[in-house]
T-cell receptor, first 114, second 114 residues
Framework: GESVGLHLPTLSVQEGDNSIINCAYSNSASDYFIWYKQESGKGPQFIIDIRSNMDKRQGQRVTVLLNKTVKHLSLQIAATQPGDSAVYFCAEKEGLGGYQKVTFGTGTKLQVIP | DTGVSQNPRHKITKRGQNVTFRCDPISEHNRLYWYRQTLGQGPEFLTYFQNEAQLEKSRLLSDRFSAERPKGSFSTLEIQRTEQGDSAMYLC????????????FGPGTRLTVT
């Protein structure tokens, strides 16, 4: 199938361990951030989002941390499973309403070692 | 399946030929987006519709590219006089108007220009 992971930074994690994927964003005016997961041959899939007025948000097995001071975003995946293997993209948006152009960052390929 | 669908999934064409891709969004979504993704990169925004109105076009969308959404439902993206540099995955996404930006992506159309 289609590979979206070529030439991407790769994170290899043992199954059951926690994963941390980092992202630096550039637009200080961005006020909404999203993490997407993209499996080979598929379109990006929404994982979790966070508004700029928050510094942490938790979902099921995932946590997003936002540090606006250094324009850094991270995605933490607890108890990583083989099904988590994919390319992960952070994305940013300026403005909470209206036109919703989303700018994607460079992805990180997560490889889960069974 | 009530997700975003795209057809065809793969298209191989010779340089100079015209190609057209179709996207069927989630039925109640009135916003529709086209993105292009090359290997190892995140999706890049191309254009956006709200209902049948095309409200934004990226500078990436040269005059050889045209998109339509004539009845505010499905959309087509046409590339005229294809070039090898047009080889990429073309992704479609849709979203609601209200609320934050959860965009639902289709599986993409992989274009190869030989």
């Amino acid at each position: 199938g289609e590979s979206v992971g070529l030439h991407l930074p790769t994170l290899s994690v043992q199954e059951g361990d926690n994963s941390i994927i980092n992202c630096a964003y550039s637009n200080s005016a961005s006020d909404y951030f999203i993490w997407y997961k993209q499996e080979s041959g598929k379109g990006p899939q929404f994982i979790i989002d966070i508004r700029s007025n928050m510094d942490k948000r938790q979902g099921q097995r995932v946590t997003v941390l936002l540090n606006k001071t250094v324009k850094h975003l991270s995605l933490q995946i607890a108890a990583t499973q083989p099904g988590d293997s994919a390319v992960y993209f952070c994305a940013e948006k300026e403005g909470l309403g209206g036109y919703q152009k989303v700018t994607f960052g460079t992805g990180t390929k997560l490889q889960v070692i069974p | 399946d009530t997700g975003v669908s795209q057809n065809p999934r793969h298209k191989i064409t010779k340089r100079g030929q015209n190609v057209t891709f179709r996207c069927d969004p989630i039925s109640e979504h009135n916003r529709l987006y086209w993105y292009r993704q090359t290997l190892g990169q995140g999706p890049e925004f191309l254009t956006y519709f709200q209902n049948e109105a095309q409200l934004e076009k990226s500078r990436l969308l040269s005059d050889r590219f045209s998109a339509e959404r004539p009845k505010g439902s499905f959309s087509t993206l046409e590339i005229q006089r294809t070039e090898q540099g047009d080889s990429a995955m073309y992704l479609c996404a849709s979203s609601l108007t209200t609320g934050l930006v959860e965009q639902y992506f289709g599986p993409g159309t992989r274009l190869t220009v030989t």
